[in-house]
């Protein structure tokens, strides 16, 4: 095989079902960043053994996929098999899936001491101080529980939303619409002199970078209160 070259495996029962991939491509694939698993392929057989090259029966195919079809049966090997990735890969991985979990922390959460969003940079450091490992194949969002119970005696945090009352002049609100919109518009009501007065509720820890955008777009003229 190429250098490059690498088997994906799975297993139903007692039989192994085995495909020659692309070790970069696969990886895109497992990834997200590639999306047709007939592009990740080296060969278009699915094999017993492909390092004898034994091809797998149709029939076994068919009873553990369901379907014989060459892309559906790739994609499903790709997706629930065993496909071996490069210690640099793995690395890449965890690293963007670390990322995602301190995103998805900073963005939903308080220091419940302070009320204040928890930056991203204190998450970091806490989880690193309580030296969290995280898992480069499982969804960040299944991760954060995990993560926020070894980081909680270092950083309190508290999952919770904000409510928003938000007054924008007449003039900003052409502007400003589109931003109420992305942060949680629930109500709106138009003022006799063409202002807009706002009712929204988002997570919260992304009140800061509301009234950052609020603020820029207004040139600071909104009326912004948490209710």
């Known amino acids: 095989m190429p250098s490059k070259t690498v088997i994906a495996k799975y297993t139903h029962g007692n039989e192994t079902f085995e495909i020659l991939v692309d070790a970069d491509l696969a990886f895109e694939f497992k990834t997200g960043k590639r999306s047709d698993p007939l592009t990740v392929l080296e060969s278009e057989d699915i094999f017993k053994d492909a390092r004898k090259g ?4 149709e029939e076994k195919i068919k009873k553990a996929f369901g379907v014989t079809e060459l892309r559906k049966v790739a994609e499903l090997i790709l997706k629930n098999g065993d496909v071996p990735i490069t210690t640099e890969q793995r690395s890449r991985l965890a690293e963007e899936k670390r990322k995602q979990v301190v995103d998805i922390i900073a ?4 220091d419940p001491r302070t009320n204040a969003p928890n930056p991203p940079l204190r998450i970091e450091n806490a989880m690193r101080e309580a030296k969290v490992s995280i898992d480069p194949f499982k969804n960040a ?7 926020v119970k070894k980081i909680n005696m270092l950083l309190p945090i508290k999952f919770t939303t904000v409510k928003i009352e938000a007054t924008i002049p007449a003039e900003f609100t052409n502007r400003c619409y589109g931003i109420l ?9 138009w003022l006799a ?6 009712m929204l ?9 509301f009234f950052d955008r609020i603020n820029g777009a207004t040139q600071g003229r909104a ?5």
Do not use: C, H, W, Y
């Open 193 to 198: 002199n063409g202002s807009l007065q706002a």
């Open 107 to 110: 963005k939903n959460s308080i």
């Open 54 to 57: 034994t091809r797998q029966s």
């Open 201 to 209: 509720e988002f997570p919260a820890g992304m009140q800061n970078d």
């Open 141 to 147: 969002a299944e991760q954060v529980e995990q993560v």
């Open 223 to 227: 009326n912004v209160r948490i209710l």
């Open 181 to 189: 919109k992305q942060f949680g518009l629930k109500s709106e009501q």
